[in-house]
Nanobody
C-alpha cells in the first residue's frame, strides 16, 4: 500500500523556521522524483520545490528560493523541506508528492498534507 505521510507543520512566527518531513512506503522511493506543493485557502495548489531521483538536483519556486531547501534520504525513504525566514504568505497546507514516468504512464502519489501557519 502506497503511503506518503507528512509531518512537522505547525504555527510559527514570521522569521522563524520549520522542517517538514515526508515518509514514503509501498513503492520504490529512490526511483521517484519528489516534490513539495502547497495550497493556501482560496488559492490553487502551487509547486514549491523539486528534487530528482537521480543526482538529487533541486529547483524551487521563485517565492521560496534562498529560504527553503528540499532534500531526500533514499536509505530512509524520506524527503524533507527545511523552511527558513518564514513569511505570513507561506501559510498553507503543504503536500508531499512522488512521481515517476513509465513510458506513457505516470505514477503519481500524494500525501494528506501538513498545515503551516506563519503569524505576523
Amino acid at each position: 500500500q502506497v503511503q506518503l505521510v507528512e509531518s512537522g507543520g505547525g504555527l510559527v512566527q514570521a522569521g522563524g523556521s520549520l522542517r517538514l518531513s515526508c515518509a514514503a512506503s509501498g513503492f520504490t522511493f529512490s526511483s521517484y522524483v519528489m516534490r513539495w506543493h502547497r495550497q493556501a485557502p482560496g488559492k490553487e495548489r502551487e509547486l514549491v520545490a523539486v528534487i530528482t531521483n537521480i543526482g538529487g538536483s533541486t529547483s524551487y519556486a521563485d517565492s521560496v528560493k534562498g529560504r527553503f531547501t528540499i532534500s531526500r534520504d533514499n536509505a530512509k525513504n524520506t524527503t524533507d523541506l527545511q523552511m527558513n525566514s518564514l513569511k505570513p504568505e507561506d501559510t498553507a497546507k503543504y503536500y508531499c508528492n512522488a512521481q515517476r514516468v513509465f513510458g506513457l504512464r505516470v505514477a503519481n502519489y500524494w500525501g494528506q498534507g501538513t498545515q503551516v501557519t506563519v503569524s505576523s
